[in-house]
């Protein structure tokens, strides 16, 4: 009967295949295995599959803050261990007896644990995280636990074990970690449903958290990435879902011409960022003529611009168009209990702290335990040895016996022992060697014992003040591996960049006014300027309507276009002079208005809105211009003038949907320009924000002034460079910036600096001269240094004098007299021939007959309070 017959219970004559010899089939359900629908199936098989990645592969646990693949690594590292490197292909095959994945997974995760450089050293070519370069094959790379890893991932003694997957071996529940491991290697990890974003903090940042936490004072922690960079955490919300953290690429100048990208940001490579800029530039957002990659053991990527284009505008365009600014969301998920727990990185790192804390008591009283168990054999072995009980044991003839009588003679001194004594000490004692007994030295006996009750004082004082212990402990890691792990993210606040201020002019803009359509793309058509593809553009009819829409290649707006150009939002320089009839027979307006916001697509009236009503004269004026206008009028009886003249410099600027000011209730022939105007709006006024360090004219941070045209701003760094630059708002401004304000020519600057060259202190007093670019002002010597700048107009310096001469007196150096005002290209006057340990400013002593009607008008408060702010302090 072959197996299907079996199956359906009858053989090839159809014989039943039943028990009680009747005719007919068994029932299939009883034949085959139950059926199972499919819901069940996923509803039981795949909550455990879910559960299982969650726990077991994709997010970190709590306590020692790695993942399951990462825990056994450093376990078959640890294994492993004998202080030489290991292949990597070796480590990937000792680590599969405790972890049930394929060796690709363990690979993987040992090459990204290498390439933080914190548990694991390497040697061999490990990939490059600021270029995306893989690493080399297992067999060719290798690696051994790191120092920091030995002294703070392991004690097998406060480690909880369990089965590996098979049975055979045993692994850690967790590791020991005594520091936030989590929080300074960080982690991502997508389980089902749920995924796990901590970003990477400093080393040094989180040691003194810990402390700051064991002290109950106040801390807070912002990430630091190992790529560097720029990063807004004014979002960051301790780690937590819906925060958000914002990067930057570090981009600095090296001349008009290049830019330099020396820092990219974290979870991109070279590569992306150059592929972004490129398809920015192909798309018209940015003009660059090519890209330089040197990027070695540091990023260098050279970006030469077009000619004619601002740097500036292009590093904003950079940073709005490109990978050179990301935005990253945390999600600081953990396992906690076997369940998923959503935590910010503060409360992480006082459950990292407070577990640290714990785990340093276990390990003190398991010392403790060891002493007390060390110091009871020692102790009882120099009784059973210098009190020759090994000789009462010569008569006895069983083992029993021996054991008794050893315990009977110890009686009159287990009064001195700090515990009972059992029958395993006993047995130790008899396990003594004859050649121990005849070489014992009681005072090196005495010697050991004392030693061991010293260390146990010690251990019982640092249980009994464990969090002193602790904080030591923390900075004791600090000082021996926080040297070169300094923080390498710069935290900043951002400006938000509007694209359509930075965007290159890729199209140009065509209108036919006639038939009433603009847009890119009527090339045949009257030209009116270079605008960009996100731009938007504002159209005004005759009829007074007017609209912005987005710029498109061909759009219909409306007959007899007047006016066209590109729109730019909350712009109240840009004025706008009309002359309007208001109605059919109504009178001729005038007015001045600036349009600073309005709703895409939606129809507005520059007039009253009433039929008929028509645009006489209109003009846009970028800069508040006012123009006189020849109005001539239609003739008609007892008309005697027929000409007016009108300055729109004498109406006042109103909102858009004011009416005006009547020009003439008569009928106007036509409206020709006379004379051309200027501003009316005076100097434009500029804010420096010193958090984000940019241009403003919305009254954030320091005003510099007004200016006009021909107005430039000194920049002034503290290592001494300066230069002249525009009040174009989309200005950048040096990393070592140290103040900006509007130029004056006649403006006097006292200089202390010590000149690398000479080795001396020198003095000197001058005006900046106009220079573009930045130029040294302290002689350009490596060594060089500026000490203090000051526009005090009679400064007063306070010499103080150390090494050899410290034991002289003081000195006092009126500057105004010491020096008179040179180039800023002098070198200066020496201020001491001595060896000069201090240099500091006393208040000046002011002769009002002496200062000048500009000098009286320029002190104020806030000059005062910006001199004392650039004030730098010598340390020697």
Not at 68 to 80: D, E, F, S, T
Not at 468 to 495: A, C, H, L, M, V
Request: net charge neutral.
């Amino acid at each position: 009967m072959d197996d299907l017959e079996k199956l359906n219970g009858t053989d090839r004559s159809g014989a039943s295949g039943g028990s009680d010899g009747e005719s007919g089939q068994v029932e299939k359900k009883d034949a085959f295995p139950k059926i199972m629908h499919l819901p069940g199936m996923f509803r039981e098989w795949f909550l455990d599959y879910a559960s299982y990645v969650v726990l077991e592969r994709a997010v970190p646990h709590l306590n020692d803050g790695l993942k399951p693949v990462q825990r056994r690594i450093l376990h078959a590292m640890k294994g492993l261990d004998d202080g030489r490197f290991n292949k990597v292909a070796n480590i990937i095959g000792y680590t599969m007896q405790y972890h049930p994945h394929g060796d690709t997974s363990i690979g993987d995760a040992l090459v990204q644990l290498g390439q933080k450089e914190l548990l694991i050293d390497t040697q061999g070519n490990w990939g490059n995280i600021l270029t995306g370069d893989s690493s080399a094959a297992p067999r060719y790379i290798e690696a051994r636990l790191s120092k920091f890893a030995h002294e703070v991932v392991f004690n097998p003694k406060t480690t909880k074990w369990k089965l590996s997957y098979d049975g055979r071996n045993r692994e850690p529940v967790t590791l020991p970690v005594k520091f936030p491991l989590l929080l300074a290697q960080g982690v991502e990890g997508i389980a089902v449903g749920m995924a796990s974003k901590i970003l990477p903090h400093n080393f040094n940042e989180l040691l003194d958290a810990s402390i700051s936490h064991l002290k109950g004072k106040n801390f807070e922690l912002f990430p630091d990435f190992p790529t560097g960079g720029l990063a807004d955490f004014s979002r960051y919300n301790d780690g937590l879902r819906g925060g958000q953290v914002r990067i930057r690429a570090k981009i600095s100048k090296l001349d008009r011409k290049t830019l330099v990208i020396t820092e990219i940001p974290f979870g991109r490579t070279t590569s992306a960022v150059i592929d972004s800029i490129l398809k920015a530039n192909e798309k018209g957002k940015i003009k660059i003529r090519k890209i330089d990659d040197n990027t070695a053991e540091n990023v260098e990527i050279l970006i030469h611009l077009a000619p004619g284009i601002s740097p500036d505008r292009t590093i904003d365009a950079l940073y709005a168009f490109t990978d050179c600014e990301i935005s990253l969301s945390p999600n600081a998920c953990v396992i906690e209990n076997d369940k998923p727990r959503f935590l910010g990185v503060s409360e992480m790192l006082a459950i990292s702290t407070d577990r640290t804390l714990e785990l340093l008591k276990q390990e003190l009283e398991i010392r403790l335990e060891e002493l007390t168990e060390e110091w009871h054999l020692s102790s009882l072995e120099k009784i059973f040895i210098e009190n020759r009980i090994y000789l009462s044991i010569e008569g006895c003839e069983t083992w029993e016996s021996v054991i008794e009588t050893i315990d009977r003679e110890l009686d009159p001194f287990k009064k001195l022992l700090k515990r009972e004594v059992t029958r395993e000490d006993i047995i130790v004692l008899t396990e003594i060697k004859i050649k121990r007994i005849s070489k014992y030295d009681s005072k090196k006996a005495d010697e050991r014992i004392k030693v061991i009750e010293q260390e146990m004082e010690e251990t019982v004082n640092h249980l009994k003040n464990l969090v002193p212990f602790t904080i030591n402990y923390f900075k004791q890691i600090k000082k021996k591996y926080g040297k070169g792990k300094e923080r390498k993210t710069e935290i900043r606040s951002f400006d938000n960049i509007e694209a359509s201020k930075v965007v290159v002019a890729n199209q140009k803009l065509y209108v036919n006014r006639a038939e009433g359509f603009v847009g890119t793309g009527l090339k045949k058509e009257e030209y009116v300027c270079d605008c960009s593809d996100i731009d938007d553009i504002i159209v005004f009819l005759r009829n007074g309507t007017y609209v912005v829409r987005k710029v498109e290649e061909k759009m219909f707006i409306g007959k007899d276009i007047i006016h066209v150009s590109v729109f730019k939002k909350n712009d109240k320089r840009t004025v706008y002079n009309i002359v309007y009839r208001d109605g059919m027979k109504g009178p001729v307006m005038m007015k001045r208005t600036v349009i600073t916001g309005l709703t895409r697509d939606r129809e507005y009236n520059i007039t009253q809105g009433k039929k008929d009503s028509r645009i006489l004269y209109f003009s846009s004026n970028p800069n508040g211009e006012a123009e006189v206008i020849k109005v001539f009028l239609k003739p008609k009886p007892r008309l005697k003038k027929l000409l007016i003249e009108t300055d729109f410099g004498e109406l006042a600027i109103r909102g858009r949907n004011s009416r005006g000011n009547i020009l003439t209730r008569h009928g106007v022939h036509k409206i020709v320009l006379k004379e051309k105007g200027v501003s009316t709006l005076g100097g434009r006024k500029i804010w420096f924000d010193e958090d984000i360090r940019r241009l403003n004219a919305d009254g954030h941070g320091k005003f510099l002034g007004e200016f006009n045209d021909d107005d430039r701003i000194l920049v002034v760094t503290s290592d001494g460079q300066f230069r002249m630059t525009n009040f174009d708002l989309s200005n950048h401004f040096e990393d070592n910036l140290l103040f900006v304000e509007k130029f004056r020519y006649d403006k006097v600057y006292s200089v202390v600096y010590y000149d690398g060259n000479t080795k001396y202190y020198y003095v000197k007093r001058f005006a900046f001269d106009y220079v573009e670019n930045l130029t040294s002002f302290i002689g350009g010597h490596p060594d060089s240094k500026l000490v203090r700048i000051t526009e005090v107009e009679y400064p007063r310096l306070e010499l103080k004098f150390g090494g050899r001469n410290k034991n002289r007196d003081s000195e006092i150096i009126e500057v105004a007299d010491f020096i008179g005002v040179k180039s800023y290209k002098a070198r200066g006057k020496r201020l001491s021939r001595y060896e000069v340990s201090l240099i500091s400013e006393l208040d000046p002593i002011i002769n009002p007959d002496e200062k000048t009607d500009y000098q009286e008008e320029e002190a104020s408060s806030a000059d005062e309070k910006r001199i004392e702010d650039t004030q730098m302090k010598l340390d020697i």
